[in-house]
């Protein structure tokens, strides 16, 4: 059974510094370390249809906290190969050395080779508190963790239900 997540795409006021940027990495909201250092969102839900692409990425050390938030990659199979290493097309992306914490919140990833949450790279932390993590499509983690990356969960519930979906996948690094 998967969560069930209503859009709410263009009801949602987002500093423009942050999101919906054309350079580097596409996200439905992307939270940059080099333009704010802090950030603090809830209440929100956001959807990314785009292939090779997240629904929230937060990179280049920002420091973020996420509370009551629901996140739904519906579509956009990845074409990169190394979508594992990079953790790209995750609905959830996490790199770069940034410390979020996602607090009472859904994220889902309904597409193959789409994991649910990525967290990239040394210094690089995430904790899941209270939480939902669900993938429902093929060679989709719920959970990859590579080059270092860190993630801490509290009481939180981690479902797959497909083939090859590990619920956690730790890479080298």
Do not use: W
Request: net charge negative; proline share 2%.
């Amino acid at each position: 059974m998967c969560n069930k997540v209503l859009a709410l795409i263009g009801l949602i006021s987002f500093p423009m510094a942050v999101i919906g940027q054309e350079t580097g990495y596409r996200a439905t909201y992307k939270v940059d370390g080099a333009v704010i250092s802090e950030e603090n969102r809830s209440n929100v839900s956001l959807e990314n249809v785009e292939m090779n692409s997240s629904v929230v990425y937060a990179t280049n050390g920002v420091n973020l906290i996420l509370t009551r938030m629901r996140m739904n990659k519906t579509a956009g199979a990845s074409t990169d190969d190394d979508y594992r290493k990079t953790g790209h097309n995750a609905a959830f992306l996490v790199d770069g050395g940034s410390k979020v914490t996602l607090e009472y919140s859904d994220v889902n990833s309904h597409v193959s080779h789409a994991d649910g949450i990525a967290v990239v790279g040394n210094g690089t932390e995430l904790d899941v508190v209270e939480g939902n993590v669900t993938c429902s499509r093929s060679e989709s983690a719920a959970v990859n963790a590579v080059g270092g990356g860190k993630v801490k969960f509290e009481k939180t519930v981690v479902n797959t239900y497909s083939s090859q979906n590990p619920s956690f996948l730790a890479g080298p690094g």
